[in-house]
């Protein structure tokens, strides 16, 4: 196989020389791959758009000895519009770094590349929608798609159906009751060495969180929080994804901290 055909987001880019540089792709048939654009910063490039941080393209790549080169690309969408604000900038590329660190070689990953496209079009497309609705609609469901989708339906200790405040056991993606989160609590400190972290959620974040992993792709963002729940939303999901990757992400900070 030294030729194949790829559909692609560009979710990496780097400069080597003055018009080459090398793209990590993550692509629906293949999954991630490193990939050699000759000449692909040179404005008379043919290549040039496809290339381009954000965008999503056909790529014909031809491979030599061990490293995959372009030989022909066609743009089909770059999301143009996130390039007229920094914070859907920094969204975006956040975004990117996720997508590129939940994806491997050689194992493709359509849903999770789906997620991401979409997600960059609301950020792009959608001014509608507030960012952080965007933003943890993105993270929860990457979490689910993952494979630690929490579990939102019951207490997970007394098995009773949950209304009013309830706690997110983060690390063991469950929800506790107020009855029974003290029991779990001791439970835990018994083991030694284990972590810790709940977030206390408002039975209106719980319900968008359900709708959130249970959604249909294409509907994932129909639903709306006042703003103090959209706070709390952004909040839990990001610190469920962030903790059940247990990798940190400068996009992120940088992202957060243009919003101070």
Same mark, same amino acid.
């Given at each position: 196989m030294?030729?194949?055909? /790829?559909?692609? =987001?560009? /979710? ?9 540089k !090398? ?7 293949h999954g ?7 000449g ?5 490039? %043919?290549?040039? @758009?496809?290339?381009?941080?954000f965008?999503?393209?056909? *790529? ?7 490293f ?15 390039r007229? $604000? ?5 969204l975006?590329?956040? @975004? ?12 493709? +990953?359509? +849903?999770? =590349?789906?997620?991401? &496209?979409?997600? &960059?079009? #609301? !950020? ?5 929608? %507030? &960012?952080?609705?965007?933003? #943890?609609? *993105?993270? &929860? ?18 098995q ?7 706690? =997110? ?6 929800l506790l ?8 609590e001791?439970?835990? +400190?018994?083991i030694?060495?284990?972590?810790? =972290? ?5 039975? $209106? /974040?719980?319900n968008?969180?359900?709708?959130? /992993? ?38 992120? +900070? ?7």
């Amino acid at each position: 196989m030294d030729r194949i055909c /790829v559909h692609a =987001l560009v /979710v990496r880019e780097t400069e080597t020389g003055d018009y080459d540089k !090398i793209l990590t792709l993550v692509t629906e048939e293949h999954g991630k791959l490193t990939v050699t654009g000759k000449g692909v910063k040179s404005l008379k490039s %043919p290549h040039l @758009v496809a290339c381009q941080p954000f965008a999503y393209s056909t *790529f014909v790549l031809k491979k030599s000895r061990k490293f995959w080169y372009i030989e022909e690309s066609e743009n089909i969408e770059d999301f143009y519009g996130i390039r007229n $604000d920094l914070d859907r900038l920094s969204l975006s590329a956040y @975004v990117c770094d996720v997508l590129e660190y939940v994806t491997v070689e050689s194992s493709p +990953e359509p +849903e999770l =590349l789906r997620l991401a &496209l979409n997600t &960059l079009y #609301a !950020i792009s497309a959608r001014r509608d929608i %507030p &960012l952080s609705r965007i933003k #943890a609609a *993105f993270e &929860l469901r990457c979490a689910a798609e993952c494979g630690f989708c929490p579990e939102l339906s019951v207490c997970d200790v007394c098995q009773k159906e949950l209304s009013g405040d309830v706690y =997110l056991d983060v690390m063991n993606g469950r929800l506790l009751c107020p009855e029974c989160k003290p029991r779990a609590e001791k439970e835990e +400190e018994m083991i030694e060495g284990t972590a810790r =972290l709940y977030y206390i959620i408002t039975a $209106d /974040v719980l319900n968008a969180m359900r709708y959130i /992993v249970g959604a249909q792709r294409s509907k994932l963002l129909a639903f709306s929080l006042d703003e103090d729940g959209q706070y709390l939303l952004s909040k839990v999901c990001e610190g469920y994804l962030i903790n059940h990757l247990e990798h940190s992400f400068s996009t992120l +900070e940088f992202y957060k901290s243009i919003l101070l």
